[in-house]
């Protein structure tokens, strides 16, 4: 060949190259094998697809779409309030205005044998924390209640736990709601105990009437072995009566006064770690938790896609344009 | 002895034939060459954009069709869209050589010159002083010294404080450059009719 470009002589080698080991049949040297090259594309559009379900997933996570509020932990304090930090759901039932002072809430007689529990979180503004605890123990102390435990971090953000009575409870609540520049989180629950609570009043019944029948035997009995043998018998009845009247008392208690688990914390407060303390974990609550798990994720990358496709399509569009743009420039 | 068959004959032959395609290759490549050149003003660009066109050649041979007009106005054809896929991208494609297997090489040092010397930047000298305003202070030195002073490349070297391949880079990238920048003023280096 004709040429002193060095580079035009190794070309030309290698297109003979190319061309002789066509002649023979044979695949091209150094290109990547069909099977190769389809699962790098296969790989490169799965990483794609998982970088986008992924940030669907953090964009869904942040909307909220997951369900899963984690609540503060107040880690290193003195607090000693355990429980769930994996929030459910807060049920969306409307909101009870808050009775007047000294009055009970409406409807509130139904509640006699459910025991109610909830959770809130709040957000207050920077430098707001000890007012805000401040408000948040005469909140209690207004509706009859008292703070049981209570856990601070920095002064900027803490856990506490109040008992309230439950005809207060909701009124408490809206109270509580608006003390912060936001609510963060809030659950509540509610544990219908009142087949519990029959069972225990019938049984109560029942030995109270074996306890009268064993005391009129025992006014009648002759002999002392009779009357040391029904006495032990009432002995056992009275201790069995002691018993579920102490559960009775302490199902009422509960009924009575719910527990509020509030937790407070300034705007610009460094977020507490999340947790997910599992109560007498088992197996059976181990896959409960995973599958709610799941179905959280599940529910961000929805909620996410919700977000991104819209701008996945914009940004399609926008891309488009300014290539059409560069193409039609390069015309001109 | 030279072959003698036509440009169309060898692309028609080449189908069945692989080796005839080196024929046509041998005849057209520096001028292939010389006219991605003279429109990139870029040596390296010019370099790969005339072996990706041979490599799409030889990958497309089987689809040509002899209708009586020269093989090789099909090859510029080519030519023609690999130029302006490089003018809207900005980048020389390599998927069909690497389809083929072929090693991706670099250009030799002494081959910039080389390749320079395709171009005749005489008529457009001036347009490019003009346009030289437009680059970074790297570039428009390093094609200052090289296409206006015509300067060797050790001493534009010397005169950049840089190595000879550096420099041979700057003015490799300024060039590629200074060709967009004269392709959006109306003054290409070489129209499409001169290649």
Known sequence: MNTEIEYLQQLEADLLEVSEREAAGLPPATATP???????TWAKVAGVAAAFLLVAAAIGFFAGGSGVMFEADSGGASGSDGGLGVAQPSPQAPEPSPAPPGQEEPGSQDLTKIIRDGRIGIV???????????????????????????????????TFVLRIPAN??????????????????????????TAEFIDHEARLRILQERKALLTELSEQADTTEEILQLGNQLDEVQLQIERIQGQLRFLNDQVAESTLRVVIKERSAPAPA????????????????AVQGFLRILSAVIVGLGYLVPIAALGALVWFAIVRIRRHRAVA | MEDQRSDSELLTVSATEPGAFTVLYRRHAEDLLRYFARRTLDPEAA?????????????????YRDTGVNGVAWLYGVA????????????????VRRRLGMPERELPPADYERIEDLV???????????????????????????????????EVARRLACSEQNARQRVSRGLR???????????QPAMESDG
């Open chain 1, 34 to 40: 069909g099977r190769r090259r389809l699962a790098r």
């Open chain 1, 124 to 158: 207050v503004r920077n430098g707001a924390f000890g007012d805000t605890v401040g408000d948040l123990t005469m909140i209690a102390e207004r509706n009859t209640g008292f703070i049981l435990s209570s856990s601070t971090n920095d002064d900027r953000s803490g």
């Open chain 1, 168 to 193: 207060r409870f909701d009124r408490a609540r809206a109270e509580i709601r608006a003390l912060g520049l936001r609510v963060r989180f809030e659950q509540v629950t509610g544990e219908d105990v």
């Open chain 1, 274 to 289: 999340a947790v997910a303390v599992v109560e007498k974990p088992d197996l059976g609550s181990s896959f409960g938790l």
């Open chain 2, 47 to 63: 370099a790969e954009l005339t072996a990706e066109t041979f490599a799409q050649a030889f990958a497309s041979r089987t689809t």
């Open chain 2, 80 to 95: 023609r869209h690999q130029l302006g896929r490089f003018f809207r991208s900005g980048r020389v494609d390599r998927a």
């Open chain 2, 120 to 154: 005749d930047f005489a008529p457009i000298r001036d347009a490019i002083e003009d346009a030289l305003e437009t680059l970074g202070a790297e570039q428009r030195d390093a094609l200052r010294f090289r296409v206006i002073e015509e300067l060797p490349y050790p």
């Open chain 2, 177 to 187: 450059r200074l060709a967009l920048v004269l392709q959006e003023q109306g003054l």
